[in-house]
């Protein structure tokens, strides 16, 4: 039981819901508040990955990265 969380704003804390209800839950919403479900989910997830990676994953994905052997035996390009 969570401290100092009051349980009727909280009742899945203290009712003994399983997951498998919670899942039924989730599949009786409608499409668009299934998707909150979702993303909320994958914000709870995002916290535990630090930012410098998330940014590295961005920087990547934008095409602003150089191979290993290039950023140690070539000088960068001149910036303008």
């Known amino acids: 039981m969570l401290t100092g ?3 009727a704003v909280h009742p ?8 498998n209800e919670i899942i039924k839950e989730i599949e009786a919403l409608p499409k668009d508040q299934r998707a909150k479900v979702i993303e909320f989910v994958h914000q709870l997830e995002e916290g535990d990955i630090p930012d ?7 920087d990547i994905e934008a095409g602003r990265v150089v191979d290993m052997d290039t950023a140690l035996n ?3 390009p001149s910036r303008r």
């Open 5 to 7: 969380v009051d349980s």
């Open 52 to 58: 410098s990676f998330k940014q590295g994953m961005a």
């Open 12 to 19: 899945c804390h203290t009712s003994g819901v399983s997951v």
């Open 74 to 76: 070539k000088p960068p």
